[in-house]
């Protein structure tokens, strides 16, 4: 009688591989020392609450970013697309709601509609740059970061634009109990994308081609399929955050969050997504975006360190990382 190989199942809903246990005891460790550093500032329910106010943007600009770093690329052009999908949602709901009278929840709820419009048509661009005409994915989406910056500066003419409706500032900045809305949208993108990538045919298919491209194609994947489809779901999810952006603030700017992209691509590289392509969960990126956010927290307190020391910590942090991802990658080269 054969014996069964239970070693090869997975749990069916688990989402937890190697990296995202890392990211676990990191996550812990980070939450210790911050306790020990800060204490009752840090362990307060109102410092609590304020960096679950904080990080959604950046989080869903985090895990579009990883997506594309999964298939072997980079995306450099999320900050700008959502600056622009909030712009483009800005104009429409200025247009049709002058005059209307009413308190304008149908045309900002359709005004969100268009933003993720915008931003699915932004990720298909860059989707269609990248594997339909073959610029790397570097040089298309630092170009199409100058395109959607300067389309977002026409637009506006270089100004903020404002004068919205009072119900789109109460929409995204109400609660839910003592929790933000805006975390939950947050919860929401993590949970679904973290399906797609982890539980369903595209996600497979985008760590095979993150590993290696031309053996999908051998194999008779549809490269150009992988690849605009998960710049669109990157494109959507910059356009959650350029909701969120624009409902915090009740205003578009072209240049929002401009030091967003750094962040992101230190938080998805952090959260065990290999720059290399080929690896990387969702689950990962979270706990990274909780992890960063307490630092950030953690620094907020230390008055006398200026706020442009923060993209130096930021930039050392991702060498940290960069450095101690390619010594476990020779290590585990180094076993087989």
Not at 242 to 270: E, F, H, N, P
Not at 296 to 312: D, E, G, H, K, W
């Amino acid at each position: 009688m054969m014996s069964k190989d239970n070693s090869a199942k997975k749990p069916a809903l688990s989402f937890l591989d190697n990296s995202s246990a890392r990211m676990i005891a990191l996550f812990v460790l980070v939450f210790v020392v911050c306790s020990l550093l800060k204490g009752g500032k840090f362990l307060n329910a109102d410092n609590f609450l304020a960096m679950f106010r904080q990080f959604p943007e950046y989080g869903l600009l985090a895990i579009g970013i990883g997506m594309a770093l999964i298939i072997g690329g980079i995306d450099l052009s999320a900050v700008y697309l959502a600056n622009l999908s909030s712009i483009v949602a800005g104009l429409f709901l200025h247009h049709f709601y002058q005059g209307t009278g009413d308190g304008g929840t149908g045309l900002v709820l359709l005004s969100f509609v268009v933003a993720l419009i915008v931003g699915a048509a932004g990720g298909i661009l860059n989707g269609v740059l990248i594997s339909g005409l073959g610029i790397p994915a570097m040089l298309a989406t630092l170009g199409t970061q100058s395109l959607y910056w300067g389309l977002g500066v026409v637009l506006t003419g270089g100004s903020t634009l404002s004068g919205f409706p009072k119900v789109l500032g109460t929409m995204l900045n109400k609660k839910f109990g003592l929790f933000p809305v805006t975390l939950f949208i947050f919860l929401i993108a993590a949970l679904i994308t973290g399906i797609i990538v982890q539980r369903t045919k595209h996600g497979r298919e985008m760590k095979m081609y993150g590993t290696n491209n031309r053996a999908t194609l051998y194999a008779g994947l549809n490269n150009f399929k992988i690849v605009v489809t998960t710049h669109m779901i990157g494109g959507i999810l910059a356009a959650l955050a350029g909701i969120i952006m624009w409902g915090r603030y009740s205003s578009a700017k072209a240049d929002t969050g401009s030091t967003y992209t750094m962040q992101a691509i230190l938080i998805a590289v952090l959260g065990g997504v290999s720059p290399n392509g080929g690896s990387g969960s969702v689950t990962g990126i979270v706990l990274a975006v909780l992890i960063i956010q307490m630092i950030s927290s953690v620094l907020n307190m230390y008055t006398f360190i200026p706020t442009a020391c923060r993209q130096i910590v930021w930039g050392g942090l991702l060498l940290v990382v960069m450095i101690l991802n390619f010594y476990l990658d020779q290590k585990k080269k180094n076993r087989h």
